[in-house]
């Protein structure tokens, strides 16, 4: 890579990086939590968002921002529970970026108490950009095998929890479960660690009380 192409990538990351913290301040100031998901394609992002809705909509405000790189597929699954969707496809680019979501974040309702953005299917480039968020969590399905972490340490390392998704299919699969999490917590010994079955709501619940905390937290430092 040429020094030009390493000046231009310094400029393009930085210019997100001043998106990012402008955005991450103006949901702060709206007490609106902000959670971006990461992870491969068919991973369980969708569904797992809409386990969250089942769980706290409309007891809580929500809202939903969809990466992808075509179709509004997701979004209108979303939209389906009673939660209001925006779709971004970004026509081929491989991650998500802050500018992205600051022209959304104005649409966002007022009353909204959690925000979840739910990156372009991928364990690499999203991995380098800030979007403003709270929190980042990568998720790893037991059908993808036990390798990610250490292949994708960045994810992981930039990440505050892993959700590991569709464990009621570990009877049927080859996957250690524990040193998953514990390859996972070489790379991040500070990585909060959840287990999940969208199909079954096994884990769920600890979710959902995760997120509870987690916007409390949010609440009490701008108190």
Same mark, same amino acid.
Not at 18 to 28: D, H, P, Q, W
């Given at each position: 890579? %040429? @020094?030009?192409?390493?000046?231009?990538?310094?400029?393009?990351?930085?210019?997100?990086?001043?998106?990012?913290?402008?955005?991450?301040?103006?949901? &702060?100031?709206?007490?609106?939590? +902000?959670?971006?998901?990461?992870?491969?394609?068919?991973?369980?992002?969708? /569904?797992?968002?809409e386990?969250?809705?089942?769980a706290?909509?409309?007891?809580?405000?929500?809202?939903?921002? &969809?990466?992808?790189?075509? $179709?509004?597929? =997701? *979004? *209108?699954?979303?939209?389906?529970?009673? !939660?209001?969707?925006?779709?971004? $496809? $970004?026509?081929?680019?491989?991650h998500?970026?802050?500018?992205m979501?600051?022209?959304?974040?104005?649409?966002?309702?007022?009353?909204?108490?959690?925000?979840?953005?739910?990156? !372009?299917g991928?364990?690499?480039?999203p991995?380098?950009?800030?979007l403003?968020? #709270?929190?980042?969590?990568?998720?790893?399905? !037991?059908?993808?095998?036990?390798?990610?972490?250490?292949?994708?340490?960045? +994810?992981?390392l930039? /990440?505050?929890?892993?959700?590991?998704?569709?464990? =009621?299919?570990?009877?049927?699969?080859?996957?250690?479960?524990?040193?998953?999490?514990?390859? *996972?917590?070489?790379i991040?010994? #500070?990585? %909060?660690?959840? +287990? $999940?079955? +969208?199909?079954?709501?096994?884990?769920? %619940?600890? !979710?959902?009380?995760?997120?509870?905390?987690q916007?409390?937290?949010?609440? /009490? @430092?701008?108190?």
């Amino acid at each position: 890579m %040429s @020094r030009k192409e390493i000046s231009v990538l310094e400029d393009l990351l930085g210019s997100n990086k001043k998106i990012a913290a402008e955005t991450r301040r103006l949901l &702060e100031d709206r007490r609106i939590l +902000a959670i971006n998901l990461m992870s491969s394609p068919g991973s369980g992002k969708t /569904s797992l968002i809409e386990k969250i809705i089942e769980a706290l909509h409309p007891q809580h405000r929500l809202a939903v921002i &969809e990466g992808d790189i075509e $179709t509004e597929l =997701d *979004a *209108a699954r979303i939209r389906a529970k009673g !939660v209001a969707a925006w779709q971004i $496809t $970004t026509g081929g680019a491989c991650h998500l970026e802050a500018r992205m979501i600051a022209r959304v974040i104005g649409a966002i309702p007022a009353e909204t108490e959690f925000l979840f953005i739910e990156n !372009v299917g991928n364990l690499v480039c999203p991995a380098s950009y800030d979007l403003g968020e #709270n929190l980042r969590w990568v998720l790893l399905s !037991v059908t993808e095998g036990e390798d990610k972490p250490k292949k994708y340490p960045k +994810a992981f390392l930039t /990440s505050q929890s892993l959700i590991i998704t569709k464990i =009621d299919l570990l009877s049927h699969l080859n996957f250690d479960l524990e040193r998953v999490k514990r390859e *996972a917590k070489e790379i991040n010994p #500070n990585l %909060s660690i959840l +287990a $999940t079955s +969208a199909k079954t709501g096994e884990g769920i %619940s600890a !979710v959902i009380q995760f997120l509870l905390n987690q916007r409390q937290k949010l609440l /009490s @430092r701008h108190a």
